[in-house]
């Protein structure tokens, strides 16, 4: 055993992590019952439709309003900030191998009740999310058939585009992955064709000038602003979760993360500075991007960016029904839920029982649900989810050996340490209401906790 960090344990179901030996690896796949099939393009594909969902499309607007002419650098401080995490969360990730993402990060450093509870948020966050989407995709619909909006047609629509995901993820992770994959290309080409002409047509008279307007706006507007553009950029997280199923993930997930950041950080200062510079009344526009490209392109433009909504959200929600369902799965496994959560389909080697359960729920959401109760809960318990995987860190350097050649934070603790900063800036701007459902949720969750292990007890 000299010379490999074999599987360590804590108790019947603590953390874990296994060696990096080839062997290893095989051993640990058979045991999860899954087959690794994502490779660094996966988890680049899964991070950049978690993050490019509907968002980009709304947001221009508001950060418009906030900041004015200035607001295309707001995406960059934003991206910075976003990078001090990622890199941080690329560190950890390099240190497990299992599926399971900040659950096991957190459950590793402070126990399973820790783990737990950040299972439960994340996974609040992600099926209400997918649920507020795929009702969005359904509503996008309506602008090319009335009834699709409303009544019986909607229903049926939701349950369709619910079912057939599902059906998708339980055949395999190779054809949602490639499904994703094409989702994605689709999805870039509207904003890419948006991006790419808008630069030839923008009016600099719409930028600050020198002399009064050009002094730069007040902190408070950055905040407010960094607050809504920093949730264009969420979703990321979501791509550490299938580890299990991920080939070499110590080099996967850092490459697909920093990736998807660079490209969409990119992609997203040149559309917002297209639609400042192309669109005078961006501020009050309730269709920001559609009525760039109405402007550039006619009313063929926003019928284009209309379709881009629905591929956009499509690829979204997609991302979301791979990667939720692991999440429960991984608990299972960590005996955190029940154990039907986590059996595996035998012949098709993905985790069938979770991604029914997890299809079930968000159509319930998607039918009854809104986006105002979702934004109630994620604005506030992303945030903690990432202050608490970075605060793991100290212990996992300690205890949970790292891969071979595997990513390491630059300049000691300079990093995590800017990361928690810009983290309780966000945290600062959050209003009462969002803490307070949230921590009405996490008890609830502590609940069925205790619960469940009163009856493990008897």
């Known amino acids: 055993m000299s010379g490999a960090p074999w599987l360590a344990r804590q108790g019947q179901a603590g953390p874990r992590w296994r060696c990096e030996t080839r062997a290893g690896a095989r051993r640990m796949a058979r045991e999860e019952g899954l087959i690794r099939q994502i490779t660094p393009w996966g988890i680049w594909v899964l991070a950049v439709n978690g993050m490019i969902g509907a968002g980009i499309f709304a947001v221009p607007a508001g950060a418009a309003a906030a900041m004015g002419g200035w607001s295309p650098l707001i995406y960059l401080v934003c991206a910075a900030l976003l990078g001090v995490i990622i890199a941080c969360f690329a560190e950890i990730a390099t240190r497990f191998r299992e599926t399971g993402g900040p659950v096991l990060y957190v459950s590793t450093a402070f ?3 820790a783990g737990y509870q950040t299972g439960m948020a994340v996974y609040a966050t992600r099926v209400t999310a997918f649920g507020a989407n795929v009702n969005l995709l359904v509503a996008t619909f309506g602008f090319f058939w009335a009834d699709a909006a409303e ?4 229903i049926v629509l939701i349950a369709l585009v619910v079912g057939a995901l599902a059906l998708l993820n339980i055949s395999g992770a190779r054809p949602a992955m490639q499904a994703m994959g094409a989702l994605t290309l689709l999805k870039f080409l509207p904003l890419l064709a948006l991006a790419g002409v808008g630069l030839f047509f923008i009016d600099p008279g719409l930028f600050p000038q020198a002399g009064d307007q050009f002094a730069l706006p007040a902190f408070s507007a950055w905040g407010a602003a960094a607050l809504l553009v920093i949730y264009a950029f969420v979703g990321w997280e979501s791509a550490l979760i299938p ?16 990736w998807a950041l660079g490209v969409v950080a990119v992609l997203y200062v040149v559309i917002q500075t297209v639609a400042v510079g192309v669109l005078p009344d961006l501020a009050t526009s309730e269709r920001a991007l559609v009525d760039v490209a109405a402007v550039l392109f006619g009313p063929v433009g926003a019928l284009f960016l209309t379709a881009g909504v629905i591929v ?16 429960t799965y991984a608990m299972a496994r960590e005996q955190t839920l029940p154990a039907w959560f986590g059996k595996v389909d035998e012949k098709r080697h993905t985790p069938s029982h979770s991604i029914v359960f997890f299809a079930g729920l968000g159509f319930v959401l998607a039918v009854f649900g809104s986006f105002v109760w979702l934004a109630m809960i994620s604005a506030f318990v992303r945030v903690l989810v990432y202050l608490a995987c970075i605060a793991a860190m100290p212990r996992l350097r300690r205890i949970a050996p790292q891969a071979e050649g595997g990513f390491v934070v630059p300049w000691g603790w300079t990093i995590p340490l800017l990361a928690v900063g810009g983290s309780l800036v966000l945290l600062s701007q959050v209003g009462w209401q969002s803490i307070a459902y949230t921590g009405l949720y996490l008890a609830g969750a502590a609940a069925l906790y205790a619960m469940m292990g009163w009856l493990k007890a008897r």
């Open 243 to 258: 580890a299990g199923e991920t080939k070499n993930p110590a080099r996967a997930m850092p490459l697909g993360l920093f």
């Open 312 to 327: 956009s959200v499509g690829g979204n929600i997609a991302g979301t029904m791979v990667t939720a369902p692991r999440l």
């Open 111 to 113: 126990g399973r009740f």
């Open 151 to 154: 009544g019986p047609v909607r």
